[in-house]
């Protein structure tokens, strides 16, 4: 160890505020519109599923790629019978997510103005796309309280590395904090940094991961600063 943890990472997406709920609510309604045009032993939901993983190298992670990859799913599962009004429905819930207001998680408010007050350097590490991920980062009103706004195309062992060497600390003084163990936990531990998972009630099928060893759990946001305290 050389020192205290100084800088403290902490995910978006499900972490600060609501957004997988959403999409399994499109996702919900992606399965009313296509299954109107397939035979019941047709599991659209791994269609699109399916679509998803494939196209992750092409687009990305978040909603623009999350609508494209329904509308390809919705053509493939229906061997192209599905209707025009059906694909313009799914575009519409799309652009619906992508107008939703931020909606903070319980506790995050508070917690993140007491991790800065208490001299905690704060930064946003999140993937997705670009210009959306910007938009919700202003729009939740904490962009104030964080040092650094990172939005990577994944978050591995080495998206943590650049950005433990962005905060210019050592990997001992950084701790990353999300709901995602495969995308927030695994990675920043396997570098050396400190790392707590934050479960989400609902948790998209791609970051499931299984793992070994105790994971550092905590029931609610609010129970960063508790946490923190106890690495020293």
């Known amino acids: 160890m050389t020192g205290p943890v100084e800088v403290v990472g902490i995910d978006a997406d499900d972490t600060l505020w609501h957004s997988e709920v959403y999409f399994e609510r499109t996702e919900r309604r992606f399965r009313e519109l296509v299954e109107r045009y397939v035979d019941p032993d047709v599991d659209v939901a791994a269609a699109l599923v399916a679509v998803e993983r494939r196209n992750l190298a092409r687009y990305g992670y978040g909603i623009k790629g999350f609508t494209l990859s329904m509308v390809e799913a919705a053509i493939e599962a229906t061997g192209g019978a599905i209707g025009t009004e059906e694909i313009d429905q799914i575009l519409a819930a799309g652009r619906t997510m992508l107008d939703h207001p931020v909606d903070l998680l319980d506790g995050v408010d508070e917690t993140v103005t007491a991790l800065r007050d208490a001299g905690y350097r704060l930064v946003i590490v999140t993937k997705g796309d670009l210009h959306h991920q910007e938009r919700k980062i202003m729009a939740s009103g904490l962009a104030d309280r964080f040092e650094r706004l990172e939005i990577v195309a994944d978050k591995n062992p080495g998206t943590y590395r650049r950005v433990v060497a962005s905060m210019s600390v050592d990997p001992e ?60």
């Open 173 to 232: 003084q950084f701790a990353m904090v999300g709901n995602s163990l495969r995308s927030d936990v695994l990675p920043a531990l396997e570098i050396g940094a400190h790392a707590a998972h934050i479960p989400y009630a609902v948790t998209w099928a791609h970051e499931h991961v299984d793992h070994d060893g105790d994971i550092d759990t905590l029931d609610s946001f609010a129970d960063i600063p508790t946490w923190l305290a106890s690495l020293t």
